[in-house]
């Protein structure tokens, strides 16, 4: 199986920074697209941004110019550098990626980390 550990959240003060880690483990043949995601309280999990195994990026509106996202294939991590936080980015953050997994007949499947919280204060 594969497994996605993320680590990194926490409380942060409005305009602060943090940067997200996820790292992937276990029968990984290949990862492919990487991403993150996030679920305020009281609402849908929301694509924040996603980045493919070449490094082409995608954002959510609400985070260009504030957040990045990379990775480092050769550790199997995607980051997520969180610059000028406002409030309204709290949220529970999830990795997510899609990956082929060696113990599962080499299929591509989505996997899920188990989340981080991430919270700004005013």
């Known amino acids: 199986q594969v497994h996605l550990v993320e680590s990194g959240g926490g409380l942060v003060p409005a305009g602060g920074s943090l940067r997200l880690s996820c790292v992937a483990s276990?029968?990984?043949?290949?990862?492919?697209?990487m991403g993150w995601y996030r679920q305020a309280p009281g609402k849908q999990r929301e694509l924040v941004a996603t980045i493919t195994s070449g490094g082409s990026t995608n954002y959510a509106d609400s985070v260009k110019g504030r957040f990045t996202i990379s990775r480092d294939n050769a550790k199997n991590t995607v980051y997520l550098q969180m610059n000028s936080l406002k409030p309204e980015d709290t949220a529970v953050f999830y990795c997510n990626a899609q990956v082929v997994d060696r113990s599962q007949g080499y299929r591509s499947r989505e996997v899920w980390g188990q989340g981080t919280l991430v919270t700004v204060s005013s």
């Open positions: 276990g029968s990984i043949f290949r990862l492919n697209a």
